[in-house]
């Protein structure tokens, strides 16, 4: 079975400032994608951004990024530029090639950003 | 991006009533629609798996007769919580996923709060 942790329940930052978050996971596939999903308090989940296992390139979207490191089987997400809008529960989720039919989701992280 | 919407987005019943939850996917077809469950401050579990025209698929430790899925067509579906009891309060998410094979994402509905009292 697959499992996604996230060490970290809370955390909070400086608006402006940088923040990362910690996600690990643990699975015998080879070949899978792992997301990042952010839920504000209007309940409903984003998508912030995905990173395919195969590619070793580290996606980044906007003021977005992850360090996905897949010997290690880590996958943290890196906030720039913090903004009050980013305020929400972030979720690691993974999902396995190629049935992809169940998203695994770890324990979430509420983030605070403060003015 | 794709959208999926939920209705009712909060619902109190009585214990002992049904409360029935639709997902829509309003601007593409879902083959498959995920139902999830989600307990304050805490993360998704996944309920089922909603596979149009076909039986759903349950997690271990979800009672299927409780919970009854049924996804009649390729942009709805919907989810019977029978004889709730407050035991059954939470909130509950649906997710579809949109196009063909595994291109991964999933979207999301607001979700619908259920309270039973």
């Known amino acids: 079975a697959q499992t996604v942790t996230q060490s970290q329940p809370e955390m909070s930052v400086q608006e402006a400032e940088t923040v990362t978050l910690s996600c690990t996971y643990d699975?015998?596939?080879?070949?899978?994608?792992l997301f990042w999903y952010k839920q504000p308090p209007s309940r409903q989940m984003i998508l912030v951004i995905r990173?395919?296992?195969?590619?070793?390139q580290n996606a980044t979207e906007n003021r977005f990024s992850v360090n996905f490191q897949k010997a290690a089987k880590s996958f943290s997400l890196k906030i720039s530029d913090s903004q009050l809008g980013d305020t929400a529960m972030y979720f690691c989720a993974f999902m396995k090639r190629p049935t992809g039919n169940q998203f695994y989701f770890g324990t979430g992280t509420s983030l605070t950003v403060i003015p | 991006g794709a959208v999926v919407s939920q209705h009712p987005s909060r619902v109190i019943c009585k214990s002992g009533t049904s409360v029935k939850i639709e997902c829509r996917s309003l601007?593409?077809?879902?083959?498959?629609m995920f139902w999830y469950r989600q307990f304050p401050k805490q993360s998704l579990m996944l309920m089922a798996t909603?596979?149009?025209?076909?039986?759903?698929?349950?997690e271990q430790g979800v009672e299927k007769d409780k919970f009854l899925i049924n996804h009649a067509s390729l942009t709805l579906s919907t989810l019977t919580v029978t004889s709730a009891h407050p035991e059954d309060s939470s909130f509950y998410i649906c997710?579809?996923?949109?196009?063909?094979?595994?291109?991964?994402?999933?979207?999301f509905g607001e979700g619908s709060r259920l309270t039973v009292l």
């Open positions: 699975t015998s596939e080879n070949n899978y994608y």
């Open positions: 909603s596979n149009e025209g076909s039986k759903a698929t349950y």
């Open positions: 601007d593409f077809q879902a083959t498959t």
């Open positions: 997710s579809a996923r949109s196009g063909q094979g595994i291109t991964g994402e999933l979207f």
């Open positions: 990173q395919e296992a195969y590619k070793q």
